[in-house]
Structure formats: C-alpha cells, structure tokens
C-alpha cells in the first residue's frame, strides 16, 4: 500500500520559515519524481516544486529563491524548506509522488497559514 504523509505545517507570520516533510512508503522512491504542489479554495491545485530521482530541481517562478526541495533516499523523504513567507504562501501544501511505472500518488495535504 502506497504512503505518502506530509508534516511540518502550520502558522507562521510573514517573513518566517516553515519546513514540510513527505514520508514515502510503498513505492521504490529513489526511483520516483517527487513534487510538492498547494491550492487554495477556489483555485486548481498548482506545482511549487519538483525533484526527479537524480536530483535535479525545478521550481515555480513564485517561490524562486525563497523555496528548496530537497530528497533522501536513505529516509524515503521529501523536504520543501519554505523562507520569506508570504500571506499568498497560505495553502493546503500536498506531496506527489511520480513513479517510473507511471503512476502518480497524493498525500493527505498539510496547511500552512501565513499570517500578515
């Protein structure tokens, strides 16, 4: 059974930091493309930030040089390290997992609140 738990949200004032983990379990994550995505009601879901399993990066233009996502493998683990929160930063923050047999998993979500 795939897994994948998110943890690390939370209220934070702008200009702060918070740390999101994504725990895998089920699938053979150094293979898979990992991804953090958020929405907001009323909105579609949206990519923040991606790593392919050689760890290569990519991110959305609205969280460039404030964002890092990060993997262990040893920890089947995914880190979104967020700084200079914004109140727009404000969100359900989910974790994706994109493995090489093409399937595509979803955590449950975490919130992250930014308070102005």
């Known amino acids: 059974q795939v897994r994948l738990v998110e943890s690390g949200g939370g209220l934070v004032q702008a200009g702060g930091s918070l740390r999101l983990s994504c725990a895998a379990t089920g699938i053979i994550f150094s293979s898979s493309t990992m991804g953090w995505y958020r929405r907001v009601p009323g909105k579609q879901r949206e990519l923040v930030a991606a790593?392919?399993?050689?760890?290569?990066?990519s991110y959305a233009d609205f969280v460039k040089g404030r964002f890092t996502i990060s993997r262990d493998n040893a920890k089947n683990t995914v880190y979104l390290q967020m700084d200079s929160l914004k109140p727009d930063d404000t969100a359900v923050y989910y974790c994706?997992?994109?493995?090489?047999?093409?399937?595509?998993?979803w955590g449950q979500g975490t919130q992250v609140t930014v308070s102005s």
């Open positions: 994706n997992a994109k493995t090489v047999y093409y399937n595509d998993y």
């Open positions: 790593i392919s399993r050689a760890g290569s990066t």
